[in-house]
């Protein structure tokens, strides 16, 4: 088994989610260039860069083993690190999750049946939740004195039998709906955080990884959605085509040999490729070649 603490001091330790959130974050490093490779079963994926040492493990606890030095960075919820009071430093957030874009919400939820309508209505209640510091500092600050249990999972499925209500993390809220639930409240949202351990951070070596890192990855995900156009142009019909040809900045034009034509580059959304490239050939541009990206630095 690795033992963190004794490697070199040269490794660069990233702590990252084991779980709902594994696939998504490994695609995501991989845009970002960290191609990890994972094995069955292995909490130890391998990369092809022997300064860097990785561990798969709950977002849960990501957190606490940053903040104590196991690993230089993690990739955790905003939750997690609340709700284990953390000390950590803050690198960046990052917009991504196992099914959208959008942030996950922790809410309080019962069931269609029951008479609960507010939290006031669950003074003397019992309430599972795997979050159970933040739910409690929620009912301390709606003044609800509450009987708050950790629940080990499934949650969804303990009320009402075990429990009067439940607060629960949902993306799409479909699990709830499923199990016959309904949202009384939202705690918190939360989306996915790049920290790091503090000591890391002050190290000039290692702070220049953290940045590096952060760079790639925002980079990653500000490529999400949207791709590269490259297409030739008639100088005789490029203000047509530029009317029609939305851009991040400015389309690249590049001369093409003769005087004649003329070279359109440009980054666009992927949902308009569908009604803008028609448009575009209409316009008349030739040889359009649409292709993905894997990351966008500004």
Known sequence: MVDFKELDRRIFKIGLPKG???????????????YFSVSQRSYFPSIDDENIQAILIRAQEIARYVQDGIFDVGLTGRDW?????????EICELTYAKLTMRPVRWVLAVPDASPI???????????????????RDYLDKNDVSADVEFSWGATEVKAPTLVDAIVEVTETGSSLRANNLRIIDTLLESRTLLIANKESWKNPAKRERIENLKMLLLGAIMAEGKVGLKMN????????VMDKLPSMKRPTISPLYGNEWVAVETIIDEKIVRDLIPALRRAGAEDIIEYPLNKVIY
Do not use: C, W, Y
């Open 20 to 34: 709902s959130l594994q696939e998504s974050t490994l695609r995501l490093m991989a845009k970002a260039g960290f």
């Open 233 to 240: 142009v008639p100088k005789d019909h490029l203000d047509e």
């Open 81 to 89: 690190v609340m709700e284990t009071r953390a000390d950590v430093q």
């Open 117 to 135: 309508q507010t939290v006031k209505d669950l003074q003397g209640k019992r309430i599972a939740t795997e979050l159970v510091n933040l739910t």
